[in-house]
């Protein structure tokens, strides 16, 4: 009978309990021996396919089914020096603004056939710089990195990693290697301009702490400055933006000053702040003026519709995506920085 423990005696007559041994991975061999071929034609299949009569693909398939044998991709690609995988890091993944650069660049790679590995490093450069430090432990073929301010130990190590890096959502003539974005200043700027092209003179500020986000309040408030109007009343909240938020901020804005118009950081707050300020008995944008920021799938369809400024962020992921997979299989890329620009769309909310 084969039981799962076993004993034994001792020379003191103690009984020793072995302890089962652990369950061994199915191996290449397995696969052949279930598919009936040789282990050369199975790693053949695995590894170039399209090099193998489609009947033995099938053949060998269903026994790495039928054994739950896992490919060690790393492995069979070590010739070629391509995981097939590529890093990403972003600051949330409960940020809308980042959500579907994310799909798109999933999507990309996916027909490039390359697969994400995504990481959440928040807002700290320090989290950044010690999950790519991991990550590249995997041996990616490129990584994606959002924005352009990192520590000198994560340049450091891409550049020792010589592998093809982008830099997302941000702008720079100088950037580590690739990169697609727009620049947030310029968004600040053009979002100051119109605000005093309608007549608004008394703006607050309803706005997270992070660094892209600080770039626009600078552009902003440049622009402001330029008019005589001087830097607005601000009310910080936390990150993650959120519908509650923009409402406790605009309560604390207006619990200090009036306003005519309510600039937010992301069009979540912006949200939050109409809702507030319609339980208040304040009309928009008769009363109070609301503007936001990154024109999310709500902005349009949303009463009064929210006046933003549109990225985009469908665009960013997809480029992003075909610069490092044409830089892998050594497609020449004609333009490595990519400004994708953006759009202030006027709307009822201001």
């Known amino acids: 009978m084969n039981n799962a423990y076993s ?14 041994e652990t369950p061994r991975a199915p191996t290449l061999e397995d696969v052949a021996r279930a598919a009936g071929l040789s282990s050369m034609t199975v790693s053949r299949a695995l590894n170039t396919p399209q090099l193998v009569r489609p009947k033995t693909v099938e053949k060998v398939m269903q026994a790495v089914r ?3 044998y896992i490919p060690n991709a790393l492995a069979g690609g070590l010739a070629s020096r391509r995981s097939k995988l590529i890093a990403v890091v972003v600051p949330q993944i409960n940020n809308n603004m980042f959500v579907d650069t994310i799909q798109s660049l999933s999507d990309t790679l996916a027909q490039r056939g390359y697969h994400i590995l995504l990481c959440v490093a928040g807002y700290t450069q320090q989290t950044e710089a010690e999950l790519v430090a991991t990550l590249l432990s995997r041996r990616p073929d490129g990584v994606v990195l959002t924005g352009i301010h990192h520590t000198t130990e994560l ?8 592998i093809p890096v982008v830099e997302i959502w941000d702008l720079t003539p100088t950037p580590l290697d690739m990169l697609v974005g ?20 008394r703006p607050g500020l309803l706005w997270t702490a992070d660094r892209r986000a600080a770039q626009r309040k600078h552009g902003l408030c440049d622009v402001l400055k330029r008019y005589d109007i001087g830097e607005p009343p601000q009310i910080d909240v936390p990150l993650p933006a959120s519908l509650a938020l923009g409402r406790t901020g605009l309560s604390q804005l207006l619990a200090e000053s009036q306003f005519d118009i309510i600039v937010c950081s992301s069009d979540t707050l912006a949200q939050g702040a109409i809702m507030e300020a319609e339980s208040r008995g304040l009309r928009v ?17 949303n009463r009064p519709a929210i006046t933003t400024v549109s990225v985009d962020r469908r665009g960013i992921g997809e480029r992003a995506a075909v610069l490092l997979a044409d830089r892998i299989e050594h497609v020449t890329c004609n333009e490595t920085i ?7 769309i006027e709307r009822e909310s201001a």
């Open 7 to 20: 004993t034994s005696s001792s020379e003191a007559g103690l009984t020793t309990v072995k302890r089962p």
């Open 66 to 68: 039928a054994t739950g």
């Open 155 to 162: 340049k450091k190590v891409i550049l020792n990693a010589a």
């Open 182 to 201: 727009f620049s947030h200043e310029k968004v600040g700027q053009a979002t100051g301009e119109y605000l005093v092209s309608k007549g608004y003179r």
């Open 285 to 301: 944008p008769q009363d109070l003026a609301v503007i936001g920021f990154g024109n999310l799938d709500f902005a349009a369809f």
């Open 338 to 344: 990519l400004d994708l620009g953006f759009e202030l």
